[in-house]
């Protein structure tokens, strides 16, 4: 059996981009392994910087160069290669992110970005270009550049590795500075994008995650008891997968990255605007799989759970003061929108990454748990 022809393929000075048709409907599959790693990074740097044409067998590519000319590049390396995205660093001076399996039409991360650094928005890795292509239809990211945040830790890594009984302040530290990076993306992501958001369409969302992952897992779920009311949200645009992974600590200074949205959800469904509760909940939820991972893994007594309460409360403080303040009737909202994040967590973990999943349904299990009514004393 012969392989489908691509359905157009992209050469930038000296490398081959084939595009195939990917087996989700929809979806693209970007051809990185025609040229050895980081061939195409480097091609990419230099045709943004000359602001060279792309040459394609049947579609249109296009440069999004900076204002500013970028610099002469001279060596590339990949930093790493996964199921949504391929990241290979130039120069030591930019991140060059290549999406795998892009939607057809999608340009969210690369709009942010731009939006992000347009407002000089201290949290965010100021973009530095990307290519488009497109046939008849809406342009779609094939690659976005960045600055390079060298030296950087990701949250996870910097929590995997907290012992939670004897550095309970760095922690507690750590997620300060992560609800106020948090609190601060929002802030520059606002303006012009607030709308009004009816919590019966929310709470609709949310139990439609909960069912799709029941449906995952063939039921075996806890399914909690949600309100049939709850306040009205404002929404705007937000980051939509937040997670302690997605947070670079480098110098002292806290960066989100990572704009593309909830890969579990669909391209129409990643660029509506949501309450920025949904983050802050992520958040947490993320910082709680990190103490149940440790928990498994490095056996964690049950007095650590306290600590990443404590921890928890200091980052939706830090987040509160940061934003100046919650929206009404957060402390009700909060534990709704972290069990849709755990349900988010079931699906993500069945779809790319099983060995997540045992994590991630006791994620749900303590999200459930936290909705339900005290028992009378």
Same mark, same amino acid.
């Given at each position: 059996?012969?392989?489908?022809?691509?359905?157009?393929?992209?050469?930038?000075?000296?490398?081959?981009?084939?595009?195939?048709?990917?087996?989700?409907?929809?979806?693209?599959?970007?051809?990185?392994?025609?040229?050895?790693? +980081? &061939? *195409?990074?480097?091609? !990419?740097? =230099? #045709? %943004?910087?000359?602001?060279?044409?792309? $040459?394609?067998?049947?579609? @249109?590519?296009?440069?999004?160069?900076?204002?500013?000319?970028?610099?002469?590049?001279?060596?590339?390396?990949?930093?790493?290669?996964?199921?949504?995205?391929?990241?290979?660093?130039?120069?030591?001076?930019?991140?060059?992110?290549?999406?795998?399996?892009?939607?057809?039409?999608?340009?969210?991360?690369?709009?942010?970005?731009?939006?992000?650094?347009?407002?000089?928005?201290?949290?965010?890795?100021?973009?530095?270009?990307?290519?488009?292509?497109?046939?008849?239809?809406?342009?779609?990211?094939?690659?976005?550049?960045?600055?390079?945040?060298?030296?950087?830790?990701?949250?996870?890594?910097?929590?995997?590795?907290?012992?939670?009984?004897?550095?309970?302040?760095?922690?507690?530290?750590?997620?300060?500075?992560? +609800? &106020? *990076?948090?609190?601060? !993306?929002? =802030? #520059? %992501?606002?303006?012009?994008?607030?709308? $009004?958001?009816?919590?019966? @369409?929310?709470?609709?969302?949310?139990?439609?995650?909960?069912?799709?992952?029941?449906?995952?897992?063939?039921?075996?779920?806890?399914?909690?008891?949600?309100?049939?009311?709850?306040?009205?949200?404002?929404?705007?645009?937000?980051?939509?997968?937040?997670?302690?992974?997605?947070?670079?600590?480098?110098?002292?200074?806290?960066?989100?990255?990572?704009?593309?949205?909830?890969?579990?959800?669909?391209?129409?469904?990643?660029?509506?605007?949501?309450?920025?509760?949904?983050?802050?909940?992520?958040?947490?939820?993320?910082?709680?799989?990190?103490?149940?991972?440790?928990?498994?893994?490095?056996?964690?007594?049950?007095?650590?759970?306290?600590?990443?309460?404590?921890?928890?409360?200091?980052?939706?403080?830090?987040?509160?003061? *940061?934003?100046?303040? !919650?929206?009404?009737?957060?402390?009700?909202?909060?534990?709704?929108?972290?069990?849709?994040?755990?349900?988010?967590?079931?699906?993500?973990?069945?779809?790319?990454?099983?060995?997540?999943?045992?994590?991630?349904?006791?994620?749900?299990?303590?999200?459930?748990?936290?909705?339900?009514?005290?028992?009378?004393?």
């Amino acid at each position: 059996m012969t392989a489908d022809p691509p359905v157009d393929v992209l050469r930038l000075g000296g490398a081959t981009l084939p595009l195939h048709r990917a087996a989700e409907p929809g979806h693209l599959r970007l051809g990185l392994d025609a040229d050895p790693p +980081g &061939t *195409a990074a480097l091609a !990419l740097l =230099t #045709a %943004l910087r000359h602001r060279t044409e792309v $040459r394609c067998d049947h579609g @249109t590519a296009t440069l999004h160069a900076p204002d500013r000319p970028l610099p002469p590049v001279t060596g590339s390396r990949r930093l790493a290669a996964g199921h949504t995205n391929t990241l290979d660093i130039v120069d030591e001076r930019f991140a060059v992110k290549w999406y795998a399996e892009p939607a057809l039409g999608t340009t969210r991360e690369q709009q942010l970005l731009a939006r992000l650094t347009a407002a000089r928005c201290r949290v965010t890795p100021a973009v530095a270009g990307a290519l488009t292509w497109r046939t008849d239809g809406p342009p779609t990211t094939l690659a976005v550049v960045t600055a390079y945040l060298a030296g950087a830790t990701d949250g996870w890594t910097l929590l995997e590795h907290l012992d939670p009984l004897r550095a309970e302040d760095e922690l507690r530290s750590l997620c300060r500075s992560f +609800g &106020t *990076a948090l609190a601060e !993306l929002h =802030t #520059a %992501l606002a303006p012009g994008s607030y709308i $009004r958001l009816g919590s019966a @369409t929310r709470l609709a969302g949310i139990s439609a995650r909960i069912t799709a992952a029941r449906a995952v897992c063939r039921g075996d779920l806890p399914v909690p008891e949600l309100p049939r009311h709850a306040t009205d949200l404002t929404a705007q645009d937000v980051h939509g997968d937040v997670h302690l992974g997605q947070f670079l600590v480098a110098d002292g200074r806290v960066h989100v990255t990572d704009l593309e949205g909830d890969p579990t959800e669909q391209p129409y469904e990643r660029v509506r605007p949501d309450t920025p509760l949904r983050d802050l909940a992520s958040l947490r939820r993320s910082v709680l799989l990190a103490h149940l991972w440790r928990r498994d893994r490095h056996g964690d007594p049950p007095a650590a759970r306290a600590v990443y309460d404590r921890a928890l409360a200091d980052l939706t403080d830090a987040y509160a003061v *940061a934003s100046g303040g !919650l929206p009404a009737g957060w402390t009700s909202w909060l534990p709704l929108l972290e069990l849709e994040k755990a349900a988010g967590e079931v699906l993500y973990a069945r779809r790319f990454l099983p060995e997540w999943l045992l994590t991630a349904r006791a994620c749900y299990a303590d999200a459930a748990a936290s909705l339900e009514p005290e028992p009378h004393r």
